[in-house]
């Protein structure tokens, strides 16, 4: 592991990274978990709000980068193959979510500056292109740039297009992807696990993660609860397991018969 578990961990050469046009206030808390553990060489947050906007006080190292909004995953995706890159200074950037972030610095290993590409491995996948999730994504500028080049084809989502679509031509050109298992050291989602990651990624994994508390507190700041729908029955079982849990299950299900677009009260 690194050195600076004792103390801080210093990722000098690392750009906190996060595009967001819904679940800003999430997003804002995701960064904010980061940066709690990590001191990196920026935090920047590519959002249409504008910081006095939000009501809340965001953490004074977050920098606010203008973007038009993203209104779709699809737009999302453009703007990491196409926009991101120009943008970092450093030579690797993590790339995090609202619902994926940092959630131990001592799991961190130097090792994966190694690497152009690390994300949590998709079990779905048994060819050996299985790395990996872009939600919370480490990733060299080098990468980032091939992915804008005219070989490059883009599509979404944009780490399926990285990771599988192009990955072949990325490697040819040198760059360097984890392996599954250096993968799940990294990252938890569909594999690994949160207990002994650096971070995670995935609003199902977020009240094991983060605690029941503290995921419905993320939860009542939600514009956006559309991903809840996959993973519902899980989310709802490990809820019901907490403070409250009764009566914010039935709350949960309510929602889902309103429509997730709807913030809940306590």
């Not at 995953?73 to 703007?79: D, K, L, T």
């Not at 599509?155 to 072949?168: K, S």
């Not at 507190?217 to 709802?236: A, G, K, P």
Request: charged residues 25%; contains cysteine; aromatic residues 10%.
């Amino acid at each position: 592991m690194s050195d600076h578990n004792a103390s801080r961990l210093a990722l000098p050469t690392v750009t906190l990274c996060a595009v967001s046009s819904s679940n800003v206030a999430a997003t804002i808390r995701a960064m904010e978990a980061s940066l709690e553990q990590v001191d990196f060489a920026k935090a920047l947050l590519f959002t249409h709000c504008e910081r006095a906007s939000l009501g809340t006080n965001p953490d004074t190292r977050i920098e606010f980068v203008a973007i038009e909004p993203i209104v779709s995953s699809e737009a999302y995706s453009r703007f990491i193959l196409d926009d991101l890159a120009q943008h970092i200074e450093t030579d690797h950037c993590l790339i995090v979510q609202w619902d994926g972030h940092v959630i131990d610095a001592r799991q961190w290993h130097d090792e994966f500056l190694e690497y152009d590409y690390i994300g949590a491995s998709w079990p779905q996948f048994d060819d050996g292109h299985d790395v990996g999730n872009g939600g919370f994504s480490l990733r060299s500028k080098g990468l980032m740039q091939a992915c804008s080049s005219s070989e490059f084809q883009p599509h979404h989502p944009e780490d399926i297009a990285i990771c599988r679509t192009n990955r072949p031509l990325l490697e040819a050109q040198g760059f360097r992807f984890a392996s599954a298992e250096i993968a799940d050291r990294f990252a938890a989602e569909r594999a690994g696990e949160p207990e002994s990651s650096f971070g995670y990624h995935g609003i199902f994994l977020m009240p094991r993660a983060l605690g029941t508390e503290a995921f419905w507190t993320v939860y009542e700041t939600l514009d956006d609860r559309s991903t809840l729908r996959h993973d519902f029955w899980s989310i709802l079982a490990q809820v019901m397991l907490g403070r409250r849990g009764l009566r914010r299950g039935f709350m949960l299900l309510v929602n889902r018969l309103r429509g997730y677009s709807r913030k809940s009260k306590r």
